[in-house]
């Protein structure tokens, strides 16, 4: 079992940034892709961005492709999601994901075997 923890979320300024952190438990993180997905009150849950076990390959979604960047540190569980240029319609709940297959780049929902709880960030205009 895999317990995902999200980190980083709140309140900030049209154009500002914001760094999301997802740590994880269990010696298996590693060998993991990691995605990150948001969802708007009334939307359906989004994809925003997936990186591989290694960390080589990233798949972002076209709302936020130059603006978002995923990374991960496999020494210490956890995955990043630094977001520039932030626009009011980023505002959501922000979820980390974890597949076992550690070499799918994943854009559905469906194909994660485990899920955080969430960390909200709001862009005010």
């Known amino acids: 079992q895999v317990q995902l923890v999200e980190s980083g979320g709140g309140l900030v300024q049209a154009g500002g940034s914001l760094r999301l952190s997802c740590a994880a438990s269990g010696r298996t993180f590693s060998s993991y892709s990691m995605g990150w997905f948001r969802q708007s009150p009334g939307k359906e849950r989004e994809f925003v961005a997936v990186?591989?076990?290694?960390?080589?390959?990233?798949v972002y979604a076209d709302s936020v492709k130059g603006r978002f960047t995923i990374s991960r540190d496999n020494a210490k569980n956890t995955v990043y999601l630094q977001m520039s240029s932030l626009r009011p319609e980023d505002t959501a709940v922000y979820f980390c994901?974890?597949?076992?297959?550690?070499?799918?780049?994943?854009?559905?929902?469906?194909?994660?075997?485990?899920w955080g709880q969430g960390t909200q960030v709001t862009v005010s205009s």
């Open positions: 990186i591989t076990w290694n960390g080589i390959n990233t």
């Open positions: 994901a974890a597949s076992r297959n550690g070499w799918k780049l994943s854009k559905d929902g469906s194909g994660y075997n485990y």
